[in-house]
């Protein structure tokens, strides 16, 4: 007569066995009531206890998941935050095959290796998202994601930082055309057609809205002087 197994009295990873379980089995084996190395209880059954499938109460994977998170910098508590969210689109866009990827890594677009190593670095460098309305902007959009390229926008600024949208420089001040167009009054696609012309400065924005109601009062002037 084979003697019944019994495994009281021994240790199995993090696990010893206190004495057989009361559960019924309906699969056959038996299983085991045991302590963990750190309080908890787990009920096993011989088989998984043998072969090292169950070596703690789930405490070991608590364990091991917290390991990993250090080892992927993880260790600010903020993982599912907003901000962190932004640093995984962020990262996941610029992955080559992504989705994405002709948007980005194929226009050359990348992380630098700081902000891409480190999720605290990112956040220290960028500081907290300052709304819901705001997201990550780069400001040359041809640039990479780097501290010195990037800033908390909204959709709005972001719309005038499209990489369609022409920058330039007129009286001290940098706007997009369409920024120009909107100050100045004049029709967008008259000032696209000038600015692929060539044209430039004043020669560029003559006929805005200041312009033509000064051409306008010296025309009264003149009249007036004539009669």
Wanted: proline share 3%.
């Amino acid at each position: 007569m084979t003697k019944a197994l019994d495994l009281v009295g021994q240790k199995f990873g993090l696990l010893t066995v206190i004495s057989r379980s009361a559960t019924n089995t309906m699969r056959g084996g038996s299983m085991w009531d045991c302590i963990c190395e750190c309080g908890g209880r787990k009920t096993a059954w011989s088989a998984n206890l043998k072969k090292g499938g169950t070596r703690s109460c789930g405490c070991l994977r608590k364990t091991q998941l917290i390991e990993r998170n250090r080892a992927t910098k993880t260790r600010h508590g903020l993982t599912g935050t907003s901000e962190w969210q932004v640093w995984q689109g962020m990262l996941e866009r610029c992955k080559h095959g992504s989705k994405d990827a002709h948007n980005y890594s194929a226009r050359g677009i990348f992380v630098c290796p700081r902000w891409r190593a480190s999720f605290d670095t990112f956040l220290a460098d960028m500081g907290p998202r300052p709304s819901p309305r705001h997201s990550i902007d780069r400001i040359d959009n041809n640039g990479p994601y780097e501290l010195g390229n990037c800033r908390w926008s909204t959709a709005i600024e972001q719309g005038n930082n499209r990489r369609t949208n022409v920058l330039v420089a007129w009286q001290g001040r940098t706007q997009s055309l369409a920024q120009w167009a909107d100050e100045l009054g004049i029709k967008r696609p008259t000032l696209y057609w000038r600015y692929g012309q060539g044209w430039e400065g004043h020669r560029l924005f003559s006929g805005h809205r200041a312009e033509r109601l000064e051409i306008q009062r010296h025309r009264i002037q003149a009249e007036g002087f004539a009669g």
